[in-house]
């Protein structure tokens, strides 16, 4: 199991300054929403092979693989493509994404189109790049617009329809908290990687483990798992203290 953080481009020296401070973050989930940014990420290669560091990519979050217009549909098929390739040279472990929204009052109506759209969508995406894809539970306030995704029903639908050892399932405490479902028993054999957070049940607020709802004996069976991928998505100013608090939970588990 590897300990990873989240960063974007604006912040990935800092995040590697992190990695050096710390010995126990082998790897970074790097979010970046533009083709041309993949040029910057080059000039950090020297630094992450220095550090044995490895790399994953979050893609945008207004990715929509729910999309239903198609034109805009093969459009960001052909963005994902692009960017494996021009990453090629970098041995990105996975690409991460959101399954999307939609318009609330369609998405009540006829959820299992727009779950047919995503895996089309997946099942293009996964064909073309030959990529690790992982898709990653959400969290909704039904507003005007829905995202999918908050509920195992989606990711049970998706992986019934969708047979790909390359399709992964991303569990994320932090919007399970706001959203809670029963993903870790039953996509535990789907579950590569973990987004590590805690909240107040209420906002997606990133603090450290320990600070907010999430129970011990979650973090105890995510531990257990032993998932690929634990990458602690919180506030750096929180990762030492978090990652002790790692250290300890195993020596219980």
């Known amino acids: 199991m590897k300990i990873g953080i989240s960063a974007l481009l604006y912040n990935l020296d800092e995040a590697i300054n992190l990695c050096k401070e710390i010995n126990e973050i082998k790897h970074i989930e790097l979010g970046i929403d533009n083709l041309y940014e993949c040029d910057e990420?080059?000039?950090?290669?020297?630094k992450l092979k220095e550090l044995n560091v490895s790399l994953s990519i979050h893609l945008p979050m207004e990715l929509?693989?729910?999309?239903?217009?198609?034109?805009?549909?093969?459009?960001?098929?052909?963005?994902?493509?692009?960017?494996?390739?021009?990453?090629?040279?970098?041995?990105?472990c996975y690409y991460n994404l959101h399954l999307g929204y939609v318009i609330s009052d369609r998405l009540n109506k006829n959820r299992e189109k727009y779950l047919d759209i995503s895996c089309s969508m997946l099942n293009d995406i996964i064909n073309k790049t030959k990529a690790n894809i992982s898709i990653e539970n959400t969290y909704s306030n039904n507003g005007d617009l829905s995202n999918v995704g908050n509920k195992l029903y989606?990711?049970?639908y998706i992986f019934n329809k969708v047979?790909?050892?390359?399709?992964?399932?991303?569990?994320?405490?932090?919007h399970n908290l706001i959203n809670r479902d029963n993903y870790i028993d039953k996509l535990h054999?789907?579950?590569r990687i973990v987004h590590l957070s805690d909240n107040d049940g209420k906002k997606d607020i990133h603090i450290g483990i320990n600070k907010g709802i999430l129970d011990k004996k979650e973090?105890?069976?995510?531990?257990?798992?032993?998932?690929?991928?634990?990458?602690?998505?919180?506030?750096?100013?929180?990762?030492?203290?978090s990652i002790e608090y790692i250290k300890e939970i195993k020596k219980e588990v």
């Not at 805009?72 to 960017?83: A, C, G, K, L, P």
């Open 163 to 174: 047979e790909n050892e390359k399709l992964w399932f991303c569990y994320d405490t932090g």
């Open 64 to 92: 929509n693989l729910c999309e239903n217009i198609e034109f805009i549909r093969q459009s960001w098929v052909r963005f994902v493509e692009e960017m494996n390739y021009k990453l090629k040279h970098l041995n990105i």
């Open 219 to 241: 973090v105890k069976t995510i531990i257990y798992l032993e998932p690929e991928f634990l990458i602690l998505e919180i506030k750096y100013h929180d990762i030492k203290e």
């Open 41 to 46: 990420i080059y000039k950090y290669i020297d």
């Open 154 to 156: 989606d990711f049970e």
């Open 189 to 191: 054999n789907k579950i």
